[in-house]
C-alpha cells in the first residue's frame, strides 16, 4: 500500500490548520498500516512549505509549482493532483476537507480509477486495512467502514487530529511536471465583505448561534427584529465569535416571516448545513430544535439561553443551559466586553 498526502500552500508559503490536521491524521495512519507515507503538494512555491515539514516522517516530497497553481481553479488543481498521485503510484490518498480539495476530489476519483470519500471524521485500522469514519443521516448516524477499490480517496475534516508539530528542516522534493491545456478561465482577484462584516470565522474560539426565538414576539408581545440585529452584530465585533444559525431561522423568510437580514444558509448549522468545531458554543433563542443540536455534536463546551427551561436544552444537550430573556443578558455582556 501507498499512502499519499495532499495539500495546497498558502499564498505566503506555508500551510494551514487544516492541513496541519490532515497531514498528523495521515502520520498516524501510516504508523498504524506500517507503511511508508509520501507528502505531495501543490502551490506557487511549495518548496518552504516542504521544508517545514521535513521531519513529518514522508519517505519522499513531491511537489508542482508554479504561479498558475497559486489560486484555486478546478482544471488545474485536477490535473496537479492526478500528476502527483500517478507519480507516487497511491493507493490511499488523504487530504483536507477545505472547499478547494472538496470540490476537486471527486473528479480526480474518476479519472484514477479509484473512490472518494469526503467528510471523513475519523481514520484507523481494522484486520490489517485502514478503515474510516462518517456520519450519515443528517449526523444522526456514524458509519465505520472500509473499501477495497484502489485508489481511495479521503477528505478529512476538521479537527480530526491535533495539528502537526515538529522541527523543519530540508525537504530534498521531486518536482513533478504537469502539462496544463489552455485555461478558460482566470483569477483577476478576490472580492470579501469587511472585515467587521465577516459573520463566518471557522479558526474563532467561540460560536454564536441564533435560534428562531430573535424574531418571535417577546415578552411585551412586540417584535424587536432590529434591535436583535443590533446586539447581536454587536456581540459579533466585539468578540470576533463565528455565527450560525438553525434552519428554522434561515428559512422563515421564505414563510413571510421577519427574518434577521444579516443570515444565509452558509450560516446554518444542523440538518442541511455544517457541524462546525469550535472550542465553544453559545446558543440564544433556542427552542430544542433537534436538527440545531444535532449540529452541535463536535462543540466543545456547550452553554444556551432560553427562557423555556423545559426545552430541549435543559435535557442534556447542553452543558449549562442559562433560563433568561436572551435580550437582556446580551445587553449586559455587549456592555461588559465593550472597551
Request: proline residues 5%.
Amino acid at each position: 500500500m501507498s499512502i499519499l498526502f495532499l495539500a495546497h500552500t498558502e499564498p505566503d508559503g506555508t500551510l494551514a490548520k487544516s492541513a496541519l490536521e490532515s497531514l498528523a491524521a495521515t502520520v498516524q495512519l501510516a504508523q498504524s498500516l506500517g507503511t511508508p507515507f509520501t507528502v505531495g503538494l501543490i502551490g506557487e512555491t511549495p518548496g518552504p512549505a516542504a521544508d517545514a515539514i521535513a521531519t513529518c516522517g514522508a519517505q519522499k516530497f513531491l511537489t508542482v509549482s508554479g504561479p498558475e497553481f497559486s489560486q484555486a481553479r478546478y482544471a488545474t488543481d485536477a490535473a496537479a493532483a492526478e500528476a502527483l498521485c500517478r507519480a507516487a503510484a497511491a493507493t490511499l490518498v488523504t487530504a483536507p476537507a477545505t472547499s478547494r480539495w472538496n470540490r476537486v476530489l471527486p473528479g480526480l476519483a474518476h479519472r484514477l480509477g479509484g473512490r472518494a470519500d469526503t467528510h471523513v471524521t475519523g481514520v484507523g485500522v481494522s484486520n490489517g486495512q485502514p478503515c474510516v469514519s462518517r456520519w450519515f443521516y443528517r449526523q444522526r448516524m456514524e458509519a465505520v467502514f472500509t473499501r477495497s477499490t484502489r485508489p481511495w480517496i479521503l477528505a478529512l475534516e476538521g479537527g480530526i487530529a491535533a495539528p502537526w508539530q515538529g522541527a523543519a528542516g530540508t525537504a530534498h522534493p521531486d518536482a513533478v511536471a504537469v502539462t496544463l491545456a489552455a485555461p478558460r478561465t482566470q483569477v483577476t482577484g478576490f472580492e470579501a465583505p469587511a472585515a467587521d462584516q465577516q459573520t463566518i470565522r471557522p479558526d474563532a474560539e467561540l460560536l454564536f448561534v441564533t435560534g428562531a426565538g430573535w424574531t418571535k414576539k417577546q415578552a411585551d408581545g412586540e417584535v424587536k427584529v432590529a434591535e436583535a440585529e443590533t446586539l447581536i452584530r454587536e456581540f459579533l465585533r466585539l468578540s470576533r465569535s463565528s455565527l450560525g444559525s438553525t434552519k428554522s431561522l434561515v428559512d422563515l423568510g421564505g414563510e413571510g416571516q421577519s427574518v434577521l437580514p444579516f443570515l444565509s444558509h452558509l450560516n446554518q448549522i444542523g440538518q442541511t448545513g455544517s457541524t462546525p468545531r469550535h472550542a465553544k458554543g453559545l446558543s440564544t433563542c433556542c427552542h430544542g430544535e433537534e436538527p440545531h443540536t444535532v449540529g452541535w455534536r463536535f462543540i466543545g463546551e456547550r452553554r444556551a439561553i432560553s427562557l423555556d427551561a423545559n426545552c430541549g436544552w435543559a435535557r442534556g444537550k447542553a452543558d449549562i443551559l442559562y433560563v433568561a430573556d436572551a435580550f437582556a443578558v446580551m445587553a449586559k455582556v455587549n456592555a461588559l466586553l465593550a472597551p
